[in-house]
């Protein structure tokens, strides 16, 4: 060990893929020699030759000085048999991703490094205290897993195995923060923190998908443009490619024992059979051309307008806002303010998890006039209005006509429960306060892993603070009773914060 802010002087990468490398440019660069081992024969080789690159690139853009970049790439050594590693005091495990190739290894390992070295897997789906039980000593053992590329991802989850110690999780934690990187400690669950709060985006979206709710780029447009999401489910799902995210999809459910919350859909199943991956198979839920997805133009917003218009005051703050958004539109427009509808009018509810159908029969207003509109996320980005099965052509493009008329972009999707974006908002911070719930990671760190690890704009419990705790409850249980699907039950976590009137980063009281 050396001083406080660099526990470890010299690392071994075992495993110089992808992740080995970008994880060996890091410990080098924080100071510590750094063994390469891989089996496969140049590889280790090829790892240090791609990191000098690298560093060489870093020093002419002027992100280091020359003298830096020689001297962490003189710090990067090629070694050819594990007797070679008996100097480290910590290994780092990163080659493929299968327990009994990784415990065979760790034995081996074990046998030839000092008491006191640390031994460390990168793997994120295997069970890191399955890894360390072929160990003497699964104390020093913990799971260090880093995102791709290891170098920009500026996020790592320390993983404490059933047996791993505290000493073992702080010392890594302490290497974390050299790197300029945050650490985040995590139980060793499946998907541990960052992808398993990763599930509920995509899983909600086939959902939706699958129940023809609306097409993918509008599902992607509503969710960037209303929700604030930098890049729509659909899309997401093509840059990583089904070849990856359906099996991660699968594994994960089963590892739940067929949680319902992270049920995958028969949508990605099917096209990955169809061989539609995404961008590395030049078609997915969007057709490439020279890397860049081919999208059809949007249907532009018609220029019908209804007679009058009734809004719904169920909701009374939404329907005021709804009201005055309307008022402020360009042109004239009749908004009748009686308890009830005049025979033409233009009917818009504002419901919260429950479908437009639903809020038209509540209160007794005619299917074929009603039209929702999904107040969740305000009006200022992408507005989604929703029919019933009944509204007539006519008054959903007077729906769209006059809601658009400001130059708002509208989509119009079909009668869903809770919409497109309140369902899988709702679910975002469901999944956030269960992994809250579950002790997998503390309350204040889940946002900070989340947002730097699958760059959402914010974690699940903000978002749901923003939304608020008592409004989201509200959207999962109008979800959970409209479609009697147990996926759709509100967290302990987010059910007794919202009863509380707290926010969702609250813990335990501990004094
Ligand atoms: P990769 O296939 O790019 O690299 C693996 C390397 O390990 C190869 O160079 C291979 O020759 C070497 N190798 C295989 N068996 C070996 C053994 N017994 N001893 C020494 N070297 C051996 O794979 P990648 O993507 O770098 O993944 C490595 C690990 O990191 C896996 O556990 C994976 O789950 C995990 N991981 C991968 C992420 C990714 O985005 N690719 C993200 C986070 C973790």
Not at 181 to 186: G, K, L, S, Y
Not at 331 to 354: M, Q, R
């Amino acid at each position: 060990m050396d001083d406080g802010s660099r526990p470890f002087s010299t690392a071994a990468l075992i495993g110089t893929g992808v992740m080995g490398r970008g994880i060996a440019q890091l410990t080098a660069q924080a100071g510590l020699r750094t063994l390469l081992y891989d089996t496969r024969p140049g590889a280790a080789e090829a790892a240090r030759d791609g990191i000098t690159q690298v560093l060489q690139q870093l020093a002419a853009k002027g992100r280091l000085s020359s003298e830096d970049a020689a001297a962490t790439a003189s710090r990067l050594i090629v070694v050819t048999a594990l007797d070679d590693l008996v100097s480290a005091d910590l290994i780092i495990e990163a080659i493929v991703e299968r327990l009994d190739v990784k415990q065979a290894l760790f034995r081996e390992l074990e046998a030839r490094v000092a008491p006191t070295c640390v031994l460390t897997t990168n793997t994120s789906s295997l069970s890191v205290t399955a890894i360390a039980a072929a160990l003497e000593r699964p104390d020093r053992m913990a799971g260090f897993h880093f995102f791709n590329p290891a170098p920009l991802m500026k996020i790592v989850e320390v993983v404490a195995g059933a047996r791993t110690s505290d000493a073992t999780c702080e010392a890594l934690c302490t290497l974390t923060r050299a790197f300029g990187h945050r650490p985040v400690r995590v139980k060793d669950w499946p998907g541990f923190l960052i992808n398993h709060a990763g599930r509920a985006y995509v899983t909600e979206a086939m959902r939706v998908l699958s129940e023809g709710v609306a097409s993918a780029a509008d599902l992607d447009r509503i969710m960037r443009e209303a929700a604030g999401f930098r890049m729509g489910p659909c899309e997401l799902l093509d840059l990583t490619g089904l070849d990856v995210s359906h099996p991660v999809m699968e594994s994960i459910y089963h590892q739940f024992y067929e949680e319902p919350r992270f049920r995958p859909s028969p949508e990605t199943q099917r096209r990955l059979e169809a061989g539609l991956l995404g961008r590395k198979s030049g078609e997915g839920f969007y057709r490439y051309q020279d890397g860049r997805a081919v999208l059809a133009p949007e249907t532009p917003v018609p220029n019908d307008r209804p007679a009058s218009v009734w809004i719904s005051r169920a909701d009374v703050a939404s329907g005021e806002a709804l009201a005055a958004f309307v008022r402020a539109l360009p042109g004239a427009i009749v908004i009748e303010d009686a308890a009830v509808p005049s025979p033409a009018a233009l009917c818009l509810v504002t419901p919260f998890g429950t479908d437009a159908t639903t809020a038209a029969l509540a209160q007794r207003l005619d299917p074929v006039r009603t039209v929702a509109v999904d107040m969740l996320f305000g009006l200022d980005g992408r507005i989604t209005l929703m029919h019933t099965p009944l509204t007539s052509t006519a008054m959903r493009r007077a729906a769209q006509g006059l809601i658009g008329s400001g130059g708002h972009a509208v989509t119009m999707v079909a009668d869903s429960p809770g919409a497109v974006a309140q369902r899988v908002a709702a679910m975002i911070v469901n999944v956030g306060c269960d992994i809250a719930q579950q002790r997998i990671a503390a309350p204040e760190d889940i946002d900070p892993a989340v947002e730097r690890g699958l760059g959402y704009p914010r974690g699940p419990l903000a978002l749901g603070d923003a939304l608020t705790p008592a409004r989201v409850l509200q959207v999962l249980e109008a979800l959970h009773w409209q479609t009697g699907d147990p996926r759709y039950r509100p967290s302990l976590w987010l059910r007794r914060r919202a009863a509380l009137g707290v926010s969702l980063t609250t813990p335990d009281r501990a004094d």
